[in-house]
Structure formats: structure tokens, C-alpha cells
């Protein structure tokens, strides 16, 4: 009958001892996941700070085609004048 104490009691120490190993290891996965988790937040915030920036880089982009139609647009319309007021006599 010992031997089979000495066994039972080695499967509760066994079973204990794993119980103690997966309390580790889902402790060990929450910080992970908090870790991700926080590292997902930040890189939502960088994305949000880059996108307002992309935005506004946009916005100038625009402002700078605009100039460039409208300085095109005067000089062929300057030419043109010029064109017309040499062929007249």
C-alpha cells in the first residue's frame, strides 16, 4: 500500500506542479497580449498623427497645382496677347 501513496502522492505533486506551470503561462500571455495591445494603441495613434499630416500635405499639394494651372494659364494667355498685338497692324 506505501508504493501506492508514494505514487498518488507523486501525481499530486505532479498535478500541482503543472497547475503551477499553466498559472505562469496564462500569466505570462496576459502581459504579452497587454504588451501587444499597448503597442497596437500607439501605432493607431502614430497611424492617426500621419494621416492628419498626409492630409495636410494634400491640402498644400493642391494649393501648389492650383498656382502652377493659374501661372500656366497667364502665361499662354500673356503669349496669346502678345501674338495678337504683333499681327495687327
Known amino acids: 500500500m506505501s508504493e501506492d501513496l508514494r505514487q498518488i502522492e507523486r501525481l499530486i505533486k505532479q498535478s500541482t506542479e503543472l497547475g503551477d506551470s499553466l498559472?505562469?503561462?496564462a500569466r505570462k500571455l496576459q502581459e504579452q497580449n497587454e504588451r501587444k495591445v499597448q503597442i497596437n494603441q500607439e501605432q493607431a495613434q502614430h497611424l492617426g498623427a500621419l494621416h492628419a499630416?498626409?492630409?495636410?500635405?494634400?491640402?498644400?499639394?493642391?494649393?501648389?497645382?492650383?498656382?502652377?494651372?493659374?501661372?500656366?494659364?497667364?502665361?499662354?494667355?500673356?503669349?496669346?496677347?502678345?501674338?495678337?498685338?504683333?499681327?495687327?497692324?
Do not use: C, G, N
Not at 493659374?70 to 499662354?76: G, K, P, S, V
Open 23 to 25: 498559472v505562469r503561462l
Open 53 to 89: 499630416q498626409l492630409t495636410d500635405l494634400h491640402t498644400h499639394i493642391d494649393a501648389v497645382h492650383h498656382e502652377i494651372r493659374t501661372q500656366r494659364y497667364d502665361h499662354m494667355y500673356a503669349e496669346a496677347r502678345q501674338l495678337s498685338v504683333r499681327k495687327k497692324p
